[in-house]
């Protein structure tokens, strides 16, 4: 079983392979958190503002939280949101997908202007309106998030059976009083998962940046500590800018927020090209 992986990692450019060894780091960190980090993530353990060096190797914040810690603590969140949101988005909007194609006529129209209207709504407007009346926590923002996700592997996925549906093979099935649910996991899901495999990688990104920036705008899970929200309260400290501060206490989150959504990206571009084989022309 774990054959197949290895020997798609292998397939991966130099930038792939480094990034997808970042994100190994960052789940291990993530995993491993309470072994790693010394120190809680949301008490005080030492001088407030303490500067990186010593027990606290990436200083604290103005509560005297170590901010290695809140790192750690916070890949947790990213990762939970990335992926459980890059799940629901991905089944959710690959099954439409899927219903819309085979099925067509009114059922494609409707579903068709519906996802229309999704794509050309403000999304983080929107997000931010439902976060706020929904409330902050991290199951509301994984709801709200792929709330507005499902609609690019619909469309994706909808394209691919329009085209897959015609094949002779699937008419040939049909001929001989396949239904629609044998179609569905026999021929659809196994030719179209290539496919939903790079939207999920793809999507996981989109969340997490979506979730610090309602985190960074004070509406996340206060308790979560996720990287935005270390963010957010060091743009709230007053005179943050003015004072050394900013180089642990707002650096070293984005840094990790930073490596974790490009390596994402690096992924899902490699995916998409052994996916695609047209695209590493």
């Given amino acids: 079983m774990l054959l197949k992986p290895i020997k798609t990692i292998k397939k991966f450019s130099l930038l792939g392979k480094t990034s ?32 990186p060096g010593g027990e606290h190797p990436l200083g604290t914040d103005e509560l005297g939280i170590d901010l290695w810690a809140q790192i750690c603590y916070g890949a947790r ?45 403000p999304d983080l407007p929107v997000m931010i309106v439902m ?6 926590s991290l199951l509301n923002i994984i709801l709200v998030l792929a709330l507005f996700s499902w609609v ?6 909808r394209s691919q059976v329009l ?48 979730e610090a920036g309602l985190s960074f705008l004070g509406l996340g899970d206060p308790t979560s500590k996720s990287w935005g929200l270390i963010m957010h309260h060091a743009i709230n400290f007053a005179g943050i800018y003015f004072t050394p501060f900013w180089k642990w206490w707002l650096l070293y989150p984005w840094l990790a927020l930073t490596l974790m959504v ?15 084989p047209r695209m590493g022309r």
Avoid at 152 to 157: G, H, L, M, Q
Wanted: charged share 10%; hydrophobic share 55%; net charge positive.
């Fill in 20 to 51: 997808f060894i970042v994100i190994l780091l960052i789940l291990l960190v993530a995993i491993f958190a309470p072994c790693i980090s010394i120190h809680p993530y949301n008490v005080s353990s030492g001088p407030p503002l303490s500067p």
């Fill in 77 to 121: 969140v990213s990762l939970l949101v990335g992926f459980l949101t890059a799940l629901l988005a991905a089944l959710g909007g690959g099954l439409i997908g899927i219903v819309s194609g085979y099925l067509g006529g009114w059922t494609d129209k409707i579903l068709m202007r519906i996802i229309d209207i999704m794509i050309v709504l």
């Fill in 131 to 136: 976060a706020a009346f929904f409330g902050p």
């Fill in 152 to 157: 690019f592997p619909a469309r994706i996925v």
């Fill in 163 to 210: 085209m897959l549906k015609e094949q002779g093979y699937i008419k040939s099935a049909e001929t001989y009083g396949a239904g629609a649910w044998y179609l569905i996991h026999r021929h659809f899901l196994p030719e179209v998962f290539p496919l939903v495999a790079v939207n999920m990688v793809r999507l996981t990104g989109r969340a997490v940046v979506a």
């Fill in 262 to 276: 490009i390596s994402l990206a690096f992924i899902s571009r490699e995916l998409e090209k052994m996916a695609d």
